[in-house]
């Protein structure tokens, strides 16, 4: 468990999420954790579009590892989690969880660089945003 507080979004599953069988095709489990970072985001002040325009920097997805456990299907109702667990100068290391109910169906961890807006080169990030952070616990 780590010193920061968990976020949690919730998502149904439609019929463009699945395959032909009617399962959640692989890919759009990374849709899901991308959202929920955002909404995650969002809830802590920090508008993406805005830090971009404001401090310059956008935050990329650098590693992702991701072990699909059960499948979800079409209507499933599902929660998922986000919890920070390491923060450098710039970059955030997440755990991520897909859940139908106590159903854990996918584990991932998420490593997101701090970018600059402009150039992509690795940037520090903002002061402002370590404090969002930190404000949280």
Same mark, same amino acid.
Request: overall charge neutral; glycine content about 4%.
């Given at each position: 468990?780590?010193?920061?507080?968990?976020?949690?979004?919730?998502?149904? #599953?439609?019929?463009?999420?699945?395959?032909?069988?009617?399962?959640?095709?692989?890919?759009?489990?990374?849709?899901?954790?991308?959202?929920?970072?955002?909404?995650?985001?969002?809830?802590?002040?920090?508008?993406?579009?805005?830090?971009?325009?404001?401090?310059?920097?956008?935050?990329?997805?650098?590693?992702?590892?991701?072990?699909?456990?059960?499948?979800?299907?079409?209507?499933?109702?599902?929660?998922?989690?986000?919890?920070?667990?390491?923060?450098?100068?710039?970059?955030?290391?997440?755990?991520?969880? #897909?859940?139908?109910?106590?159903?854990?169906?996918?584990?991932?961890?998420?490593?997101?660089?701090?970018?600059?807006?402009?150039?992509?080169?690795?940037?520090?990030?903002?002061?402002?945003?370590?404090?969002?952070?930190?404000?949280?616990?």
């Amino acid at each position: 468990m780590s010193e920061y507080p968990t976020f949690t979004w919730s998502v149904r #599953v439609y019929w463009e999420d699945t395959d032909a069988g009617g399962v959640v095709y692989y890919a759009n489990y990374l849709k899901f954790l991308e959202r929920a970072r955002t909404e995650w985001l969002s809830a802590l002040g920090l508008e993406q579009d805005r830090l971009a325009e404001t401090a310059g920097v956008v935050f990329v997805v650098r590693r992702v590892e991701a072990d699909y456990l059960r499948p979800a299907r079409f209507n499933d109702r599902l929660v998922v989690r986000c919890e920070l667990v390491e923060v450098s100068r710039a970059s955030l290391t997440m755990v991520q969880e #897909v859940r139908r109910g106590e159903e854990l169906l996918l584990a991932a961890r998420v490593k997101v660089a701090c970018v600059e807006r402009e150039t992509f080169r690795p940037a520090r990030i903002p002061a402002f945003v370590m404090d969002a952070f930190g404000t949280a616990r």
